[in-house]
T-cell receptor, first 115, second 113 residues
């Protein structure tokens, strides 16, 4: 049973436009969410995170939105740049009970930003 | 500051052989984890550690052993390699798992023939 779902395997956008990557989760115990970016032949790189006490977190061009009632989060990249082309992973964890070190990942979305 | 260092980067094993994937971090992080990434599967947690001397199983622990004798090192041992263990393995470390996420190594690509 996949607890974190990224239903779009790929997304293609034009440079300068907005990229929106989506993620759904089924485990209502998840209360901390992270996004990672991964280039080929490299390890994932932490991008941005959000706690369930918030519905939005912003860091430069990257904004993550959390809709707890829908169990849905999204990553917005504005404006998109060719260097943003990578696989983006959504991850979730439970912060209480000592489980904060156990990340559950989605399968990833390949973002391609065209010049 | 090297971050998380994994060795080797590539390895080919024969079925039944054993080997150890090395992972070292120089950030004094308490939390360390091993993940495997398979095509179309995302990253799955194998084993994790919350400090020296403390380890526990993740989602897919069968066929792997870990130990954590120091804060810096967290080796992953394959006891008897099987073709199903062909994968890319990532080691990660974190101070708290939250505010700064996990720092990942560059991975070890393992092929079992």
């Amino acid at each position: 049973d996949q607890q974190v779902k990224q239903n779009s395997p790929s997304l293609s956008v034009q440079e300068g436009r907005i990229s929106i990557l989506n993620c759904d989760y089924t485990n209502s115990m998840f209360d901390y969410f992270l996004w990672y970016k991964k280039y080929p032949a490299e390890g994932p790189t932490f991008l941005i995170s959000i706690s369930s006490i918030k519905d939005k977190n912003e860091d430069g061009r990257f904004t993550v939105f959390l809709n707890k009632s829908a169990k849905h989060l999204s990553l917005h990249i504005v404006p998109s740049q060719p260097g943003d082309s990578a696989v983006y992973f959504c991850a979730a964890s439970v912060s209480s009970g000592g489980s904060n070190y156990k990340l559950t990942f989605g399968k990833g979305t390949l973002l391609t930003v065209n010049p | 500051n090297a971050g998380v260092t994994q060795t080797p980067k590539f390895q080919v094993l024969k079925t039944g052989q054993s080997m150890t994937l090395q992972c070292a971090q120089d950030m004094n992080h308490e939390y360390m984890s091993w993940y495997r990434q398979d095509p179309g599967m995302g990253l799955r947690l194998i084993h994790y550690s919350v400090g020296a001397g403390i380890t526990d199983q993740g989602e897919v622990p069968n066929g792997y052993n870990v130990s954590r004798s120091t804060t810096e090192d967290f080796p992953l041992r394959l006891l008897s390699a099987a073709p199903s263990q062909t994968s890319v393995y990532f080691c990660a470390s974190s101070a708290d798992g939250f505010n700064y996420g996990y720092t990942f190594g560059s991975g070890t690509r393992l092929t079992v023939v």
